[in-house]
C-alpha cells in the first residue's frame, strides 16, 4: 500500500514538473474504403451458402465441432440484414437492395473462395440494375460447448459451511465473415475484407440442468452479433472520428505560464496572442517553444498549412525537437483531409 502510495506522488511531482500539457482534439479520418462516385445503385448479396461438394465436408465440421443446430442458415441472414439496413442509411446511394435470387454458391467451407468472375457479376447487376456489389462471401460459425463440476464450499441452513458440487456451462461461437465489393463499371474489387469474431456464453447452477438453462439463447446472441457486423461493414465506407493527443509548452517564461491558465479554459484565442509575442523572444530555446504552441493553435483552427509553417520554423529555426516530429503528423493529416475531401465530393 505504501509502495502504491509513494508512486502516485512521484507521478503526481513529475506532471507537476513537464514543460508541457496534453490536450485532446477529434479529428476527422478519411472512411477506410473509398466508391467511385458512380456507385450509387447497389446490390447486397449472399454467396456463402455452399455448394452440394463443400456441403459434405461442412457436415463433417458439424459433427466434429459439436455445432448447434443450423446456427449458420439461422444467422448469416442478419450479416446481410444488418449490412443493407446500414447502407440504406447512407444519402449517397439511392437504392440499396438486397437480391435474394442470385443463386451464387461458394466452393470453399469455411474459407474465403475466389472472387467472382465479372461474367457473374456483370449478370447479377444486370438482373438488379446495380452499379456494385456488396457480396457476403464467407459465413461460418463454430461452437464448443464446455462443461465442468467444480468442487464448492455451501452454507446449510444453520450456516454451517458444507462441501458441494456447482456445475458448469459455456458455449463459445466463433463467427468467421468475409466480404468483398465489386464495381461493375470498372471491373475491379474495392475491397476485401474477413471480419472474425466471437460470442461466449457461460452459466452454473447447483445442477447440470440449472447450469445449460443459464447458457439458452445462444442462436439470437449470435444474430444479434451478426447484425452488428454486418452493420460495421456498411460503415467501413463512412468517415469517422479519432481522438488525438497534443502536447504544448506551458514552462519557460512568465507568459506562457499566463497562456497555460488561459488555455485551461479554453481561450485559445488569448494563449495565442502571449505565444505570439514570445516567437521572437532572444532566448532560441523559448521562440521554438512558441512557434511550436503557434502550430498547435493553427491545428486547432483546422489550418493545417499554417500549423505546418510554424512547426517547420520551430524546428528549423531553434531546433525544437517535438517540431519534426509534429511536422510529420501534420503532413500525414494533411494528406488524410485530402482523401477525405474527395471521398466527399464522390459522395455528392
Known amino acids: 500500500m505504501k509502495t502504491s502510495i509513494y508512486l502516485i506522488a512521484v507521478i503526481l511531482i513529475l506532471s507537476g514538473c513537464s514543460s508541457t500539457n496534453l490536450i485532446t482534439m477529434s479529428v476527422l479520418e478519411p472512411a477506410p474504403v473509398s466508391l467511385p462516385a458512380h456507385m450509387k445503385k447497389i446490390g447486397t448479396v449472399n454467396r456463402s451458402l455452399p455448394t452440394e461438394e463443400s456441403k459434405k465436408m461442412d457436415k463433417l465440421d458439424k459433427i466434429l465441432t459439436l455445432e448447434i443446430s ?162 460495421q461493414y456498411a460503415q467501413s465506407i463512412l468517415p469517422y472520428y479519432i481522438t488525438v493527443y497534443r502536447d504544448y509548452y506551458v514552462r519557460g517564461c512568465d507568459n506562457f505560464k499566463i497562456a497555460k491558465r488561459k488555455a485551461q479554459t479554453q481561450n485559445w484565442d488569448g494563449a495565442a496572442e502571449l505565444w505570439k509575442t514570445e516567437t521572437d523572444n532572444p532566448k532560441a530555446k523559448i521562440a521554438g517553444r512558441a512557434c511550436y504552441n503557434m502550430a498547435i493553435k493553427a491545428e486547432i483552427d483546422g489550418d493545417l498549412d499554417g500549423a505546418i509553417k510554424w512547426a517547420c520554423k520551430a524546428y528549423e529555426n531553434y531546433d525544437n525537437k517535438l517540431a519534426i516530429r509534429y511536422v510529420n503528423v501534420l503532413k500525414y493529416r494533411k494528406e488524410q483531409n485530402s482523401r477525405l475531401k474527395n471521398q466527399q465530393e464522390d459522395a455528392q
Not at 192 to 213: C, T
Request: charged letters at 30%; glycine letters at 10%; one cysteine or more.
Open 70 to 231: 443450423d446456427m449458420d442458415g439461422a444467422c448469416w441472414p442478419k450479416c446481410i440484414e444488418g449490412l443493407t439496413d446500414e447502407l440504406k442509411k447512407n444519402d449517397r446511394f439511392t437504392e440499396v437492395k438486397y437480391l435474394d435470387k442470385a443463386n451464387l454458391k461458394s466452393t470453399a467451407s469455411g474459407t474465403m473462395p475466389s472472387p467472382l468472375s465479372w461474367d457473374e457479376v456483370e449478370k447479377v447487376c444486370k438482373d438488379g440494375n446495380f452499379d456494385g456489389l456488396f457480396v457476403l462471401e464467407l459465413f461460418d460459425t463454430d461452437s464448443k460447448i464446455g462443461y465442468e463440476a467444480r468442487p464448492v464450499t455451501i452454507k446449510g441452513p444453520l450456516g454451517v459451511e458444507v462441501p458441494g458440487i456447482e456445475h458448469h456451462s459455456s458455449i463459445n461461437t466463433e463467427i468467421k465473415t468475409g466480404w468483398r465489393i465489386y464495381d461493375k463499371v470498372n471491373k475491379v474489387i474495392i475491397d476485401e475484407y474477413n471480419m472474425p469474431d466471437r460470442v461466449l456464453s457461460e452459466g452454473k447452477g447447483i445442477n447440470p440442468a440449472a447450469a445449460a438453462q443459464a447458457v439458452t439463447g445462444q442462436k439470437d446472441r449470435v444474430k444479434g452479433r451478426c447484425i452488428e457486423m454486418g452493420k
